[in-house]
């Protein structure tokens, strides 16, 4: 049925690709249907129409493998209710490994797998060959099979989709263009078009590669790249039948699924080729680029080693296609922080066929809902900031990011391209001094630094990396000296205002009406009683707060608290974290250091735990936080980013005769982790609420007015005193291996959990775990001491020990007395 065209609607979908679809279709099955979808040509036309429709469920987070184990259900069932095939086939998948770290990490994934409920086994290089008779194994260490992954036909899929969402009241125009997006006072409010305007509550920007531009249209930031995915498709191939398995040969780059009797043969080599450098033509509707067999010839050269047959085979079809990447290889889903009511589901880095059933369902969610209903930050598009959209750095990375499905999942690897990109004050310094750099929100930071004679660069390994030794030192620095972190990279927010003071006690789980001069280390809930973010806030004045927070979440918190200052509330937030570096100097001997250097009162009376003041250090004048992420005394010193040089020199011409060390951000998770102090991201998520993490404490349930979250979290508060889901701190009784994260726990044999973070313990000389542990009946003492803990490394069980408390103490009793910790209730 044509429908006239529309003026206003409750939802305009820009895009016509498999998401848009999908976005749609699920919007209906929430029961919104007056939704417009525009396409400026046909429908799949754009990327979606030449997908290879591999879909394979397995990802490193539980939520990411659950939104596409969804795609799978509905891809199965889709064609009973819409009528319209989807070109769905469970034929199963295979990974296979050429090396023995390429298996390690198999078996790490079967060991996830397995926790995450998705069928999985181990198999042997002939037991592969069973299942791809077609290839050769003589080279391989083993493989693993996952017999519920299957391939898809994206065209036909995303029709059926459309004719769900159709039939759920759907409108869909296609070769309708929008050409800009309207916005009243902040709020995106419809779209222009070229066959004219559409008024409309909410607009989701599904326009795939071109959806920065659509962006752009707005002042929203949708930071991907193009670059070119290539894929061939042979003639027949003797023993190639339609039921043969995906397989995929990451050590080659190189995956496989049959076609009408012949063999779709592509890959993620590791040197991408970006496109569209000035612009994405309007015009490129079910085109390909120019086939380009010299990009192509590693992963050809690849294939001829793993099928042999390939030699003799006829390539009847060369496939170019320019598919967007993100600058991390994860995809963009959420509210744009920069603009309300605008939505992007857009930056699939070759996964869109596999993502689209699930991510179009949790966006759909986080429509309806106006938040995300589950945990979603390895997507959400506040995860990158306005920097993140310039054009010649999305360019550099996206090199580097497609091969990233392929290249090896080394623990704490780090991307090469494009950096360094933010640089702390004190960069040159440190790199002087051996510093190893990391990236995170794009600031280069100090992992580790290597001695004189030490390579300042990781080489990667599943067991003791390179920088093992590095680590001790620094460790044994802040446990029994003292030592300076750059953690320049934190995110720092002033709120200020007349009612900034109320706003944030209604934002924070805390109390922040406190005396000017506290700071509060605290939670920020979503209605659900999840942590969005966990921070400190400073009461510098009557109505001014500074905020430090992680350096990943700077985009994320800044919205959270923007959206929650309620219309007619005098508070205003601003971004101050390029204005201040942060010095964190860690250890027994700080005060006696910062005592050398500055007039101020540093005793324990005097500047107590969980305070802070202006003091001066040589000629600078700066903020200190008496706080600590490592569990011993220390402050935190944030400086305004022109005196940090001054600072930095200041402390180490001062710090000689106390032992003072640089340490990095190895050293300071390992500290941390040794603590048992949690980490948002790891241990704390939206899926998890204060009970769980054991951070009661910090909760201000009674106070007047109450929080986001209260409700929801006095309903989840356990009867007993153990929640059936609760972070508890594992030692590992063999002192040898490492632990890096994600492992599986098993008690007495049985999976019961999984490792969110881990370190070497140093201090403690094992690996340390911060692990997710489930009990129906609850995860209490008795629960953690009656029965035989294990984790899975790579298919071999390790005896652990369960804690609700770190088994680390400073031993002094004078250290103790400085150390007021942030005490994890038991
Ligand atoms: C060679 C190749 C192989 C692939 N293989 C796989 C695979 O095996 N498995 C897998 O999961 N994924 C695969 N992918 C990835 C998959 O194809 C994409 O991730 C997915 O199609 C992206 O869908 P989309 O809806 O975001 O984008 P698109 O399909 O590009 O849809 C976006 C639509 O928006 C429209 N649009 C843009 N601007 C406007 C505007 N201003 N007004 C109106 N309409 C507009 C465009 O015309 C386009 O149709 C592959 C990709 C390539 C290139």
Redesign the pocket.
């Known amino acids: 049925m044509a429908h006239e065209f529309p003026t206003q609607a409750r939802t305009v979908i820009?895009?016509?690709?498999?998401?848009?679809c999908s976005v749609a279709y699920h919007l209906t099955k929430l029961g919104w249907s007056d939704v417009v979808l525009?396409?400026?040509?046909q429908l799949?036309?754009?990327?979606?129409w030449?997908?290879?429709?591999?879909?394979g469920q397995l990802r490193s987070h539980s939520n990411m493998t659950s939104l596409i184990r969804y795609s799978t259900q509905l891809y199965s069932e889709l064609e009973a209710e819409t009528g319209l095939a989807t070109g769905w086939k469970n034929c199963g998948s295979l990974s296979v490994a050429r090396t023995t770290d390429r298996m390690t990490v198999l078996k790490r994934t079967a060991a996830s797998a397995r926790a995450q409920g998705v069928e999985i086994d181990v198999i042997s290089p002939r037991e592969a060959a069973e299942l791809w008779p077609v290839m050769a194994t003589d080279d391989l260490v083993g493989a693993v099979w996952l017999p519920g992954d299957g391939k898809a036909n994206?065209t036909d899929l995303t029709q059926s989709l459309a004719k769900g969402a159709r039939n759920g009241g759907v409108k869909i125009f296609e070769r309708?263009?929008?050409t800009g997006i309207t916005v009243k006072n902040g709020v995106a409010c419809g779209v222009e078009t070229d066959r004219g305007d559409i008024a409309a509550e909410i607009v989701v920007n599904?326009?795939?590669?071109?959806a920065r531009k659509?962006g752009l249209m707005c002042g929203v930031s949708v930071p991907l790249h193009s670059a070119e995915?290539?894929?061939i498709v042979t003639g027949r191939i003797e023993g190639v039948h339609p039921d043969l398995p995906v397989m995929r040969d990451p050590d080659g780059f190189i995956y496989f699924k049959e076609e009408v009797g012949g063999l779709v043969m592509?890959g993620f080599e590791p040197h991408a080729k970006p496109w569209g450098m000035n612009g994405i033509p309007e015009n490129f509707?079910f085109a390909l680029l120019p086939d380009d067999w010299d990009q192509f010839e590693i992963l050809m050269e690849n294939a001829l080693v793993r099928v042999p047959q390939l030699a003799r085979a006829e390539v009847k079809k060369f496939?170019n296609?320019?598919?967007s990447f993100t600058p991390d290889n994860n995809f963009l889903l959420g509210e744009a922080p920069e603009l309300k009511n605008f939505y992007v589901g857009?930056g699939?880095n070759?996964?869109?066929?596999?993502?689209a059933g699930g991510a179009g369902k949790a966006l759909a969610e986080w429509i309806v809902n106006g938040a995300p209903t589950m945990d979603l930050w390895p997507v959400d598009i506040r995860r990158f900031a306005a920097f993140n959209n310039n054009p010649r750095w999305l360019h550099d990375r996206v090199k580097e990011t497609l091969g990233l499905h392929y290249a090896m999942p080394w623990p704490n690897r780090e991307l090469d391209t494009a950096r360094p990109f933010r640089r702390s004050p004190l960069y040159d310094r440190l790199a002087a001094k051996g510093a190893c750099f990391g990236s995170k929100m794009g600031w280069e930071r100090a992992n580790w630094f290597a001695a004189p004679g030490e390579k300042a660069g990781n080489d990667y390994a599943f067991g003791r990396q390179n920088w093992h030794e590095a680590v001790r030192r620094e460790m044994k620095a802040t446990r029994e000296a003292v030592a300076i972190f750059d953690q320049t990279s934190f995110a720092k927010l002033l709120v200020q205002g007349r009612d900034a003071c109320a706003v944030l006690n209604r934002i924070c789980a805390g109390d922040i009406d406190v005396p000017v001069g506290t700071s509060i280390y605290t939670g920020v809930l979503n209605a659900r009683g999840g942590y969005e973010s966990d921070l400190t806030v400073m009461r510098l004045g009557a109505e001014k707060f500074l905020i430090v927070t992680g350096s990943a979440q700077a985009v994320h918190d800044a919205d959270w608290i923007v959206k929650n200052i309620p219309p007619d509330a005098h508070a205003v937030l601003t971004d101050v974290t390029s204005a201040y570096a942060v010095l964190a100097l860690m250890g027994p001997r700080s005060r006696d250091l910062l005592g050398k250097l500055s007039s101020a009162d540093l005793s324990n009376a005097g500047f107590p735990f969980a305070t802070i003041r202006e003091i001066d250090i040589g000629y600078a004048t700066v903020y200190a936080n008496r706080m600590t992420y490592v569990g011993e005394l220390g402050w935190e010193l944030i400086v305004p980013a022109e005196f940090a040089v001054g600072v930095y020199e200041a402390l180490h011409e001062g710090g000689r005769e106390f032992g003072l060390a640089d340490a990095g951000y190895y050293a300071l998770d390992a500290l941390r982790i040794e603590k048992g102090f949690r980490a948002w991201g790891r241990e704390l998520t939206p899926d998890i609420n204060p009970w769980q993490a054991g951070l009661g404490f910090a909760v201000a349930m009674d106070k007047p007015g109450g929080f986001i979250g209260r409700d929801a979290l006095a309903a989840a508060k356990p009867s007993s005193s153990a929640p059936a889901k609760r972070i508890v701190l594992l030692t590992l009784d063999d002192t040898e291996p490492m632990l890096w994260g994600g492992e599986l726990v098993l008690r007495d044999g049985k999976p019961v959990g999984e490792v969110r973070s881990a370190a070497y313990g140093h201090t403690l000389g094992q690996s340390v775990a911060l692990s997710l542990i489930e009990n129906e009946t609850g995860v209490d003492a008795v629960f953690l001491s009656g029965g035989h803990f294990e984790i899975d490394l790579a298919g071999v069980r390790h005896a652990a020990t369960a804690h609700l408390r770190s088994p680390y103490d400073p031993k002094s009793e004078r250290v103790k007395a400085d150390v007021v910790e942030i005490r994890a209730a038991a």
């Open positions: 820009v895009g016509g690709g498999i998401i848009g525009l396409e400026q040509g799949s036309g754009g990327t979606t030449h997908a290879a429709g591999l879909v994206p309708v263009q929008v599904c326009a795939g590669q071109w659509v995915h290539m894929y592509g509707e496939y296609g320019p598919e857009a699939f070759s996964m869109g066929i596999a993502s």
